[in-house]
T-cell receptor
Framework: QQQVKQSPQSLIVQKGGISIINCAYENTAFDYFPWYQQFPGKGPALLIAIRPDVSEKKEGRFTISFNKSAKQFSLHIMDSQPGDSATYFCAASMDSNYQLIWGAGTKLIIKP | NAGVTQTPKFQVLKTGQSMTLQCAQDMNHEYMSWYRQDPGMGLRLIHYSVGAGITDQGEVPNGYNVSRSTTEDFPLRLLSAAPSQTSVYFC????????????????FGPGTRLTVT
Protein backbone atom coordinates (compact mmCIF):
# COMPACT_ATOMS: atom_id res chain seq x y z
CA GLN A 1 0.00 0.00 0.00
CA GLN A 2 3.01 2.23 0.38
CA GLN A 3 4.23 1.74 -3.18
CA VAL A 4 4.33 4.22 -6.00
CA LYS A 5 4.39 2.52 -9.41
CA GLN A 6 6.01 4.46 -12.25
CA SER A 7 5.92 3.77 -15.98
CA PRO A 8 7.46 3.51 -18.46
CA GLN A 9 10.94 2.50 -17.34
CA SER A 10 12.43 4.27 -20.37
CA LEU A 11 11.10 6.60 -23.01
CA ILE A 12 12.43 7.99 -26.29
CA VAL A 13 10.75 11.09 -27.72
CA GLN A 14 11.55 13.21 -30.74
CA LYS A 15 12.55 16.82 -30.19
CA GLY A 16 9.44 18.97 -30.06
CA GLY A 17 7.20 16.10 -29.01
CA ILE A 18 5.30 15.51 -25.78
CA SER A 19 6.83 13.28 -23.13
CA ILE A 20 4.40 11.59 -20.71
CA ILE A 21 5.38 9.68 -17.59
CA ASN A 22 2.78 8.04 -15.37
CA CYS A 23 2.60 7.12 -11.69
CA ALA A 24 0.00 5.27 -9.63
CA TYR A 25 -0.40 4.93 -5.89
CA GLU A 26 -2.58 2.97 -3.47
CA ASN A 27 -2.42 4.87 -0.19
CA THR A 28 -5.21 7.45 -0.16
CA ALA A 29 -3.48 9.22 2.74
CA PHE A 30 -0.81 10.54 0.36
CA ASP A 31 -1.33 14.25 -0.16
CA TYR A 32 1.85 15.54 -1.74
CA PHE A 33 3.17 14.39 -5.12
CA PRO A 34 6.51 15.79 -6.34
CA TRP A 35 8.49 15.03 -9.46
CA TYR A 36 12.27 15.06 -9.31
CA GLN A 37 14.68 15.33 -12.25
CA GLN A 38 18.11 13.74 -12.21
CA PHE A 39 20.90 14.36 -14.71
CA PRO A 40 23.75 11.82 -15.07
CA GLY A 41 26.28 12.13 -12.27
CA LYS A 42 24.07 14.47 -10.22
CA GLY A 43 21.62 14.12 -7.38
CA PRO A 44 17.87 14.45 -8.02
CA ALA A 45 16.37 17.94 -7.88
CA LEU A 46 12.77 19.00 -7.38
CA LEU A 47 11.08 19.81 -10.69
CA ILE A 48 7.41 20.37 -9.86
CA ALA A 49 4.93 19.21 -7.21
CA ILE A 50 1.16 19.04 -6.69
CA ARG A 51 -1.33 18.66 -3.85
CA PRO A 52 -4.58 16.71 -4.48
CA ASP A 53 -6.82 19.75 -4.14
CA VAL A 54 -6.03 20.65 -7.77
CA SER A 55 -6.18 18.50 -10.90
CA GLU A 56 -3.38 20.18 -12.80
CA LYS A 57 -0.30 22.30 -12.18
CA LYS A 58 1.78 23.88 -14.90
CA GLU A 59 5.26 25.40 -14.72
CA GLY A 60 6.61 26.39 -18.11
CA ARG A 61 6.73 23.31 -20.34
CA PHE A 62 6.14 20.94 -17.40
CA THR A 63 2.64 19.97 -16.27
CA ILE A 64 1.43 17.57 -13.59
CA SER A 65 -2.00 16.05 -14.17
CA PHE A 66 -3.65 14.53 -11.10
CA ASN A 67 -6.58 12.11 -11.04
CA LYS A 68 -7.62 11.56 -7.42
CA SER A 69 -10.34 9.00 -8.14
CA ALA A 70 -7.99 6.85 -10.22
CA LYS A 71 -5.08 7.42 -7.80
CA GLN A 72 -2.86 8.37 -10.68
CA PHE A 73 -0.70 11.34 -11.59
CA SER A 74 1.44 12.08 -14.59
CA LEU A 75 4.16 14.41 -15.81
CA HIS A 76 3.79 15.98 -19.26
CA ILE A 77 6.74 17.71 -20.92
CA MET A 78 5.61 19.82 -23.84
CA ASP A 79 7.94 20.72 -26.74
CA SER A 80 10.52 18.27 -25.37
CA GLN A 81 14.15 19.36 -25.83
CA PRO A 82 17.43 17.40 -25.80
CA GLY A 83 18.28 19.20 -22.54
CA ASP A 84 15.28 17.45 -20.94
CA SER A 85 17.05 14.09 -21.32
CA ALA A 86 17.32 12.85 -17.74
CA THR A 87 15.85 10.37 -15.30
CA TYR A 88 12.54 11.43 -13.77
CA PHE A 89 11.21 10.18 -10.44
CA CYS A 90 7.72 10.57 -9.07
CA ALA A 91 7.18 10.40 -5.32
CA ALA A 92 4.47 10.72 -2.69
CA SER A 93 4.20 11.55 0.97
CA MET A 94 1.71 12.38 3.71
CA ASP A 95 1.40 15.57 5.71
CA SER A 96 2.11 13.62 8.86
CA ASN A 97 5.21 11.98 7.40
CA TYR A 98 7.70 14.03 5.39
CA GLN A 99 9.45 10.92 4.11
CA LEU A 100 9.03 10.42 0.38
CA ILE A 101 7.94 7.14 -1.22
CA TRP A 102 9.67 6.97 -4.60
CA GLY A 103 8.77 5.52 -7.97
CA ALA A 104 11.42 3.45 -9.76
CA GLY A 105 12.31 6.20 -12.24
CA THR A 106 11.96 6.80 -15.99
CA LYS A 107 14.96 7.39 -18.21
CA LEU A 108 13.91 9.93 -20.83
CA ILE A 109 15.88 10.45 -24.03
CA ILE A 110 14.96 13.29 -26.38
CA LYS A 111 16.24 12.66 -29.91
CA PRO A 112 17.33 15.76 -31.83
CA ASN B 1 25.63 28.20 0.57
CA ALA B 2 27.40 25.01 -0.45
CA GLY B 3 24.13 23.07 -0.03
CA VAL B 4 24.61 19.35 0.56
CA THR B 5 28.16 18.05 0.15
CA GLN B 6 29.29 14.44 0.03
CA THR B 7 32.73 12.88 0.14
CA PRO B 8 34.26 10.92 -1.44
CA LYS B 9 32.81 11.01 -4.97
CA PHE B 10 34.15 7.54 -5.78
CA GLN B 11 35.33 4.67 -3.61
CA VAL B 12 36.43 1.09 -4.21
CA LEU B 13 36.42 -1.29 -1.25
CA LYS B 14 37.31 -4.92 -0.79
CA THR B 15 34.78 -7.24 0.81
CA GLY B 16 34.95 -6.94 4.59
CA GLN B 17 36.46 -3.48 4.71
CA SER B 18 34.70 -0.67 6.56
CA MET B 19 34.40 2.99 5.65
CA THR B 20 32.43 6.15 6.33
CA LEU B 21 30.64 8.21 3.71
CA GLN B 22 30.53 11.84 4.74
CA CYS B 23 27.56 14.20 4.32
CA ALA B 24 27.25 17.80 5.40
CA GLN B 25 24.68 20.56 4.84
CA ASP B 26 24.82 24.27 5.61
CA MET B 27 21.11 25.09 5.35
CA ASN B 28 20.23 24.36 9.00
CA HIS B 29 17.90 21.55 7.92
CA GLU B 30 16.55 19.29 10.64
CA TYR B 31 15.85 16.31 8.39
CA MET B 32 18.68 14.39 6.77
CA SER B 33 18.59 11.05 5.04
CA TRP B 34 20.69 8.52 3.16
CA TYR B 35 19.48 6.75 0.03
CA ARG B 36 21.00 4.17 -2.23
CA GLN B 37 20.22 4.16 -5.94
CA ASP B 38 20.39 0.99 -7.97
CA PRO B 39 19.35 0.58 -11.62
CA GLY B 40 15.61 0.02 -12.00
CA MET B 41 14.97 0.31 -8.25
CA GLY B 42 14.70 4.03 -7.73
CA LEU B 43 15.82 5.54 -4.45
CA ARG B 44 15.69 3.38 -1.33
CA LEU B 45 15.90 4.97 2.11
CA ILE B 46 18.67 3.56 4.32
CA HIS B 47 18.56 5.72 7.47
CA TYR B 48 17.23 9.13 8.37
CA SER B 49 17.44 11.70 11.13
CA VAL B 50 15.03 14.39 12.28
CA GLY B 51 17.59 16.26 14.36
CA ALA B 52 20.85 16.00 16.27
CA GLY B 53 20.89 12.86 18.40
CA ILE B 54 17.85 11.30 16.66
CA THR B 55 18.15 8.63 13.96
CA ASP B 56 15.92 5.89 12.64
CA GLN B 57 15.96 3.10 10.10
CA GLY B 58 14.57 3.30 6.61
CA GLU B 59 13.70 0.60 4.12
CA VAL B 60 17.16 -1.01 3.75
CA PRO B 61 19.22 -0.38 6.93
CA ASN B 62 21.12 -3.68 7.25
CA GLY B 63 24.89 -3.29 7.04
CA TYR B 64 24.83 0.45 7.67
CA ASN B 65 25.11 2.65 10.76
CA VAL B 66 24.50 6.36 11.19
CA SER B 67 24.87 8.97 13.88
CA ARG B 68 23.91 12.65 14.09
CA SER B 69 25.98 14.57 16.60
CA THR B 70 25.46 17.96 14.94
CA THR B 71 22.75 19.52 12.75
CA GLU B 72 25.21 19.82 9.88
CA ASP B 73 26.74 16.34 9.61
CA PHE B 74 25.22 12.93 8.98
CA PRO B 75 27.87 10.25 8.22
CA LEU B 76 26.98 6.79 6.93
CA ARG B 77 29.15 3.89 8.08
CA LEU B 78 29.54 0.61 6.24
CA LEU B 79 30.53 -1.89 8.88
CA SER B 80 31.78 -4.77 6.71
CA ALA B 81 31.40 -4.05 3.01
CA ALA B 82 29.71 -6.64 0.78
CA PRO B 83 29.38 -6.72 -3.04
CA SER B 84 25.60 -6.19 -2.57
CA GLN B 85 26.43 -2.73 -1.25
CA THR B 86 27.83 -1.66 -4.61
CA SER B 87 25.63 1.32 -5.42
CA VAL B 88 25.39 5.09 -5.70
CA TYR B 89 24.69 6.70 -2.33
CA PHE B 90 22.88 10.01 -1.96
CA CYS B 91 22.50 12.17 1.09
CA UNK B 92 19.54 14.55 1.24
CA UNK B 93 18.29 17.20 3.63
CA UNK B 94 15.19 19.32 4.19
CA UNK B 95 13.22 21.15 6.83
CA UNK B 96 11.25 18.55 8.72
CA UNK B 97 7.93 20.24 9.28
CA UNK B 98 5.18 21.19 6.92
CA UNK B 99 3.96 24.77 7.20
CA UNK B 100 0.59 25.88 5.92
CA UNK B 101 0.36 22.91 3.61
CA UNK B 102 3.75 23.57 2.05
CA UNK B 103 5.99 20.52 1.95
CA UNK B 104 9.66 21.25 2.15
CA UNK B 105 11.87 20.35 -0.79
CA UNK B 106 14.55 17.70 -0.32
CA UNK B 107 18.00 18.81 -1.43
CA PHE B 108 20.36 16.11 -2.62
CA GLY B 109 24.13 15.90 -2.61
CA PRO B 110 26.10 14.89 -5.72
CA GLY B 111 26.38 11.24 -4.65
CA THR B 112 29.12 8.74 -3.84
CA ARG B 113 29.68 5.88 -6.27
CA LEU B 114 30.80 2.85 -4.23
CA THR B 115 32.13 -0.38 -5.68
CA VAL B 116 32.77 -3.40 -3.45
CA THR B 117 34.91 -6.16 -4.97
Amino acid sequence: QQQVKQSPQSLIVQKGGISIINCAYENTAFDYFPWYQQFPGKGPALLIAIRPDVSEKKEGRFTISFNKSAKQFSLHIMDSQPGDSATYFCAASMDSNYQLIWGAGTKLIIKP
Amino acid sequence: NAGVTQTPKFQVLKTGQSMTLQCAQDMNHEYMSWYRQDPGMGLRLIHYSVGAGITDQGEVPNGYNVSRSTTEDFPLRLLSAAPSQTSVYFCASSYSRWTSGVAYEQYFGPGTRLTVT
